[in-house]
């Protein structure tokens, strides 16, 4: 890939910073032995060979992506000690909407009871929420005064229970960040860059439900609806070099190297692809938030939510770096330096009360 783009918020005249960051996960909790009770093809420690997964969450039948979107910035809100008519703009990262048309975000944002604001979807899959985060910090750069980025997937209604590739991956799940202007320029969101490479496109895909094949009666004999997994190998090493390569870029941008990291924070996609990267970056493992074991591949949710799990871990102080990082179909990528502020550990200590 060519170079990437950096965007450096404080450097720029308009640091930024998040104010709160809250997960939401739905209460089935759906184990290995569940999926093998269903007909999946795997046995449950295959599953936990092949993904290092042995749990996931699965949304409730009445739940849609806009209720898991809209319990997830509530939290954040209310750590924030803000409303929900303070925020000037609403983004949803989603690849499972509630419909086709019109987007998740409209729905979240009356459900919030917002004012007319902006709201809209952004897809980008395993990477949405750092495609949200950059496009919120534009915002507030440009005038916003609070963002709302959020990330929710239902992952689990297009997963075919009897695909190899894909039966014990995917959960459900949403994450929020509450995006506000800054006073440190060194601290809060201090770097974030994004790339794509279309060359990937059709490597993760639901080929049925878009303008290019709808839903018809032959879709649904191909089991079309679902997602589909052209090569996992090829998918394995595509995420493992789009989150080292984008890291490195944003790195080498900033004079750091990961020994000036002190926490990472990757996308979930699979147990092995984070001990991979892990070891291709020289990253202790004690750095590296794993999450994928309990909770499965909530798509672009796994970072809000791995980055909560961090910071209500007691493991991290003032000051820290975290480094942001995800890859997703398409494929897309993304990467950011989180510096750790005093008043985002106190918004996230308000989850104890």
């Known amino acids: 890939m060519k170079g990437m783009s950096v965007l450096r918020p404080g450097a720029q005249g308009r640091p930024v910073r998040l104010a709160a960051v809250a997960p939401y996960l739905p209460s089935r909790v ?13 046995d449950a ?44 703009r609403l983004l949803v990262a989603t690849v499972s909407p509630d ?12 459900l919030l009871g917002m004012r007319t604001v902006p709201a809209m979807d952004i897809v980008a899959a395993c990477s949405g929420f750092l495609y949200a985060l950059d496009a919120a910090a534009r915002a507030v750069m440009t005038g ?35 995006v506000v202007p800054g006073h440190d320029p060194d601290a809060g969101l201090v770097a974030i860059g994004l790339l794509a490479d279309g060359e990937g496109y059709a490597s993760v895909q639901v080929p049925a439900g878009g303008s290019r094949r709808p839903i018809d009666a032959a879709a649904l004999a191909d089991r079309a609806q679902y997602v589909h997994m052209r090569s996992g190998p090829q998918v394995y090493l595509a995420a493992v070099e789009g989150m080292l390569g984008t890291a490195q870029r944003l790195l080498d941008a900033l004079n750091l190297s990961f ?21 291709l970056a020289g990253i202790p493992d004690e750095k590296v938030v794993k999450i994928i074991e309990d909770i499965g591949n909530i798509s672009a949710a796994t970072v809000p939510v791995a980055l909560h799990h ?44």
């Open 30 to 42: 759906v184990t290995n032995a569940d999926l093998v009770a269903a007909g999946a093809p795997l």
């Open 99 to 110: 419909h086709s048309s019109p987007g998740a975000a409209c729905r979240t944002q009356t």
């Open 45 to 88: 420690d295959e599953m936990v060979r092949l993904s290092g997964i042995r749990a996931r969450r699965f949304a409730a039948p009445d739940e849609a992506t806009s209720d898991l979107a809209l319990a997830a910035a509530r939290k954040a809100l209310t750590w924030a000690g803000r409303a929900a008519t303070d925020v000037d």
């Open 310 to 353: 961090l910071l209500a871990s007691g493991r991290v102080k003032v000051g820290d770096r975290l480094l942001l990082l995800a890859a997703g179909a398409g494929y897309t990528a993304g990467a950011a330096l989180l510096v750790v502020d005093a008043a985002l550990l106190c918004a996230q200590a308000r989850e104890h009360g």
């Open 259 to 279: 020994a000036d990291i002190d926490f990472v924070v990757p996308h979930q996609p699979n147990g092995r692809i984070l001990d991979r990267l892990a070891r």
């Open 144 to 178: 916003d005064e609070a963002v709302l980025a959020v990330a929710a997937d239902v992952r689990s209604r297009f997963v075919d229970p009897l695909d190899r590739a894909t039966c014990a991956l995917f959960g459900d799940g949403a994450g929020a960040a509450l």
